[in-house]
């Protein structure tokens, strides 16, 4: 018996043991492939004819700096350890795929300029060009807020008052199904004739797009509200003005985001497609000069400044509803 509980024993301190050499092997993968990522991009031939620079080596050098310092502070800091492990796999596959860009494009050629440019040229177009996308990215984003929250709060009015008032919806929701299932950006040979400027033709689009599931969304959280909450509130003296403001809505905030949510969704989607159209600056501006002089490399950078941007946004989107609806934190995650 006292053999078998030492054997458990052993058996346990082995397996922990094992455990945590594979934990450390996860935790150190990136820095490896970051390694071997600057090994082939110094050891391999350049094969594409333009002018390299040393921005990419460079952001490989500043990566394994500070995952060094991360691998360092993990040792202490059990938090930054987990973190480490959990995002290990995922990151060493971001660098490997990083580092296949470069090889089939800058180093074997694989594919074709100026269509595929390599890492270096869209990082050097990032750094060279900084000022005319910093530029773009205000008029985007002056754009694209004022078009979402005129939109917003168009289709929160909106759907307040159809879920709320059968008449309301007797009148307004027949236009709501012939206007909302047309595609925003069909609206753009009309918008642009009716409106005195392309930044507001591009608002109208927008604010289409963000009112149509707003409104639908929100309509649908109030009237399937639960009567007993009114019943109760009514019981207690609350009139209409306070079982709309303070009994319905808050009762169908879950909903009303997920409206919130889409409807900054599709507005991404009509801002770009309208800045490409009509406005005379913006991110979609930038990406659709730039293609016209056949330089993908901007094309590349603009779609990352994109994708930083609009990620960002719904972040913050997301860290509002979490502090709005507590009980409902981690139940829609991003």
């Given amino acids: 018996m006292f053999n078998e509980i030492?054997?458990?024993?052993?058996?346990?301190?082995s397996t922990a043991e094992k455990k945590k050499v594979y934990f450390k092997f996860i935790e150190v993968l990136p820095i490896i492939a970051l390694l071997i990522a600057i090994t082939l991009h110094l050891v391999i031939p350049n094969k594409q004819s333009f002018t390299t620079t040393k921005y990419y080596p460079t952001l490989l050098k500043a990566f394994i700096i500070i995952y060094f310092i991360l691998l360092v502070s993990s040792t202490k800091v059990k938090k930054i350890f987990d973190i480490l492990v959990n995002k290990g796999p995922l990151l060493t596959v971001a660098v490997i795929l990083l580092e296949?860009?470069?090889?089939?494009?800058?180093?074997?050629?694989?594919?074709?300029?100026?269509?595929?440019?390599?890492?270096?040229?869209?990082?050097?177009?990032?750094?060279?060009?900084w000022?005319?996308?910093?530029?773009?990215?205000?008029?985007s984003l002056r754009l694209l807020f004022t078009g979402y929250i005129i939109g917003a709060i168009l289709g929160l009015i909106t759907g307040i008052s159809t879920g709320w008032n059968q008449r309301a919806n007797y009148w307004i929701g027949p236009l709501q199904k012939i206007i909302g299932p047309i595609p925003a950006t069909a609206w753009i040979p009309i918008a642009l004739t009716i409106f005195p400027t392309s930044f507001w033709a591009s608002v109208f689009i927008i604010v289409l797009g963000v009112w149509f599931p707003v409104t639908v969304m929100t309509s649908s959280g109030i009237a399937n509200v639960q009567n007993s909450f009114f019943e109760v509130a009514k019981a207690l003296g609350a009139n209409k003005r306070y079982l709309i403001f303070k009994v319905a809505i808050p009762a169908a905030f879950p909903t009303i985001f997920i409206g919130l949510f889409m409807g900054l969704g599709t507005s991404f989607l009509t801002l770009i497609?309208?800045?490409?159209?009509?406005?005379?600056?913006?991110?979609?501006?930038?990406?659709?000069?730039?293609?016209?002089w056949a330089d993908y490399?901007?094309?590349?950078?603009?779609?990352?400044?994109?994708?930083?941007?609009?990620?960002?946004?719904?972040?913050?989107l997301f860290k509002v509803k979490d502090k709005v609806l507590v009980w409902q934190r981690g139940l829609i995650k991003w």
Avoid at 6 to 13: C, H, L, R, T
Wanted: charged content about 15%; aromatic content about 10%; hydrophobic content about 50%.
């Fill in 6 to 13: 030492v054997k458990a024993d052993i058996n346990k301190s």
């Fill in 100 to 129: 296949l860009w470069d090889i089939v494009t800058l180093k074997l050629k694989l594919l074709p300029l100026p269509y595929f440019p390599g890492p270096d040229k869209v990082l050097s177009t990032l750094v060279s060009d």
């Fill in 297 to 316: 490399s901007k094309v590349y950078a603009s779609l990352i400044v994109i994708g930083v941007i609009f990620s960002s946004i719904i972040t913050l």
């Fill in 131 to 139: 000022s005319l996308l910093g530029i773009s990215t205000l008029y």
């Fill in 273 to 292: 497609v309208s800045e490409m159209l009509g406005v005379k600056a913006g991110l979609g501006w930038y990406i659709n000069w730039a293609q016209g």
